[in-house]
Structures are given as structure tokens and as C-alpha cells.
């Protein structure tokens, strides 16, 4: 798959910040040393971190050369390096770790969640956020245009590459014996956006991705229009003209 594009993903940054921001509320640690932020992405997430605890060492874990450049221009003089979750383990001494919108990305994450609480110090906390969206119509089309001809053979392995959310009793089962305290709750959020289009270009830059990096481009722009065509029926407009997108999201605060 291609990198991912930092200015795309960033088009709605206030929307995609709001869960990072619900979930660090939940947080009770006052003074951490050492947190890290997994998947930072262009730094939204992290630069919440950093003003929560200023006098925390927090560095970013990103496989993305374009979302790490933006974050050190975001937040220069702060750490970030180039690593994959499922090879990083949390340097001694680490406190937090946070991981918003990453983990549903990383196969067998739950196995990984596991491994990342058994290395935190105790009382420490790792914060997970993850969308649970892959039964919203925004997801199930695109997968249904991918499985329509001429795409259906070189999207077959797009419309594999995310599994459904294992259910909150599976986490709770795996991390309860490593914690003193678990909190799995959902929200869903009904994100409000300009048209069909806008939500088009939102999951342009995450969910589609998979779908639309292997395309040539007169091919992208043909599966694109057949999807904008499913999402304009799928989302009807408001009586103001606007959208609602409507996205759940699981969210696990694990205290060791
Ligand atoms: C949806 S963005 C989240 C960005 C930010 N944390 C936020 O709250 O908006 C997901 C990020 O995770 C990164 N990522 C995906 N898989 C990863 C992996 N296995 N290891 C590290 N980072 C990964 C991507 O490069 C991307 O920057």
C-alpha cells in the first residue's frame, strides 16, 4: 500500500482529533515520565500529549515517512521515530501509552495489547481508540464497489485487509488479568459535513485507502465515481444541506 498522505488525512483534523481528545480525559495520571504516542500520524494526537503533560518525554511511533515528517515540523525539539507497533516494545519506564485510530491497522492487535500493558510500569496506562465502522455504509460500499467488475480481482485483497473489531468481551477477557482497572465503553459520533463529497475525501484519507492506492488513475476515478454515487444515496442531505456521518468508535483505557 502507498504512504499515507498526511494533507489528505488532515483535511478534517478537528473532527478526527475529538476521539483523541475524549480519550485522554479518561486518563487519571497527572505526572507521567515517559508516554508514547503509537501511529502519531502528523501529530494531532500527539501535540494533545504534550500539552496535557509538558514536563512528560513524549515520542511518536509512526511507519509513515510523511506523517512523521509533518509531526517534527509540528512539534520540533519532541521525538519521533520510524518503528511498527508490532516490533516496538515501550523503552523501561514508560508510563502511557496512547494509541488513537492505529491499532485496527495492526493484525492480531489484541495479542499486542497484551504485550504492550505487561511492559508499562505499574499503575501505568494504555489508551486504545478504534473506529468500529466496518458495518457503516461508508465501509460496506466500499467493499461492494470492489467486488463489482473490472475492480473485483485487484481490490480482492483490500476488501480483507481490516478485520471486524473483536467484541468488548474479548478485550475485556485478554487485559482484565494484567490490570487493575479496564474501562471499554463505544461512542458514535454524527460528524457534520459540508456533502457527499466531503465524506468521499474523509475516508480518502484512511478507510479507502486500500481501495483506491492500486488503481491507475483513469480506473480510481471510475471506482470513485461509483462509490460518490452509493454514498450520495446512503447519506442523505439534512434540512440544512449538510451530512451527517455517522461513526462509532471503540474506545479501552487499561491501568496496570
Ligand atoms: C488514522 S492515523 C492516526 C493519527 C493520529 N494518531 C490521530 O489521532 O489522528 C493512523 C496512523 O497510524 C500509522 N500506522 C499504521 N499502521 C502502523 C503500524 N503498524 N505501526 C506504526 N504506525 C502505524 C499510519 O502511518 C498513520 O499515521
Known amino acids: ?3 499515507w498522505n498526511a494533507e489528505q488525512y488532515l483535511k478534517f483534523e478537528d473532527e478526527r482529533t475529538r476521539p483523541a481528545r475524549d480519550l485522554l480525559a479518561q486518563i487519571p495520571l497527572d505526572d507521567p515520565r515517559r508516554v ?12 494533545l500529549l504534550v500539552k496535557r503533560w509538558p514536563q512528560a518525554r513524549v515520542t511518536g511511533v509512526d511507519t509513515s515517512a510523511d506523517m512523521l515528517r509533518q509531526a517534527r515540523e ?5 521525538n519521533f521515530i520510524e518503528a511498527n507497533i508490532a516490533h516496538w516494545a515501550p523503552p523501561v519506564g514508560t508510563d502511557v501509552v496512547f494509541a488513537n485510530a492505529v491499532l485496527q491497522w495492526v493484525p492480531n492487535h489484541l495479542k499486542h495489547m497484551q504485550r504492550l500493558v505487561g511492559a508499562l510500569e505499574p499503575g501505568g ?6 473506529p468500529d465502522n466496518l458495518d457503516e455504509p461508508t465501509h460496506i460500499m466500499m467493499r461492494e464497489v470492489a467486488f463489482q467488475e473490472p475492480w473485483r480481482h485487484q481490490l480482492a485483497e483490500a476488501a480483507q485487509l481490516r478485520d471486524a473489531l473483536p467484541k468488548p468481551g474479548a478485550y475485556y477477557d485478554a487485559l482484565r488479568p494484567l490490570c ?9 459520533y454524527n460528524h457534520l459535513l459540508d456533502d457527499p463529497i466531503a465524506i468521499v475525501e474523509w475516508v480518502k484519507g484512511t478507510g479507502l485507502r486500500p481501495f483506491i492506492d492500486p488503481l491507475e488513475l483513469p480506473e480510481r476515478k471510475a471506482y470513485l465515481a461509483a462509490y460518490t454515487a452509493r454514498i450520495a444515496a446512503a447519506y442523505p442531505p439534512q434540512a440544512d444541506g449538510k451530512v451527517l456521518l455517522r461513526f462509532p468508535r471503540l474506545f479501552i483505557v487499561a491501568i496496570k
Not at 487493575?180 to 458514535?188: A, G
Request: net charge negative; hydrophobic share 35%; aromatic share 2%.
Open 74 to 78: 509540528r512539534l520540533p525539539g519532541h
Open 180 to 188: 487493575s482497572r479496564l474501562e471499554i465503553w463505544h461512542t458514535v
Open 1 to 3: 500500500m502507498a504512504d
Open 125 to 130: 496506562v494504555l489508551a486504545v481508540q478504534m
Open 36 to 47: 508514547t504516542d503509537l501511529g502519531c500520524g502528523p501529530g494531532n494526537s500527539t501535540e
